[in-house]
């Protein structure tokens, strides 16, 4: 099960960070066929660094994906126990909003 869940996140990352990917490259084509100034030819730099950057996002995300399934899978009780205070604090969180709110 952890894994699935961690496939699928690792998943929805490329997904995001694919749009974002081509968006961008979209846009850098159109501003590269009207590079006539220099806020355009700025525009176009910075559009190609963010590719840049996010195809290096990507590929981190991936690894760091793959070291939490791992270790997910190696220590399953602390995991829990981890998952399970996570929840204690939200819950706690919530009826502390709660009790301000009334």
């Known amino acids: 099960m952890t ?3 961690v496939n699928q996140i690792a998943e929805d990352i490329d997904d995001v960070f694919d749009e974002v990917v ?3 490259k979209k846009m850098t084509r159109h501003l590269g066929e009207d ?3 220099a806020l355009s030819n700025t525009a176009v730099a910075l559009s190609r660094s963010t590719v ?3 195809e290096s996002a990507k590929a981190q995300s991936k690894s760091l994906a793959t070291k939490a399934g791992k270790e997910i899978r190696e220590h399953p009780a602390e995991t ?7 929840v204690a604090l939200i819950g706690l969180a919530i009826s502390q909003r709660k009790q301000k709110a009334d």
Not at 80 to 85: F, H, L, N, Q
């Open 22 to 24: 081509k968006s961008l």
């Open 80 to 86: 829990a126990a981890i998952a399970a205070a996570a």
């Open 35 to 37: 590079t006539g100034d």
């Open 3 to 5: 894994q699935s869940v």
């Open 52 to 54: 840049d950057l996010i």
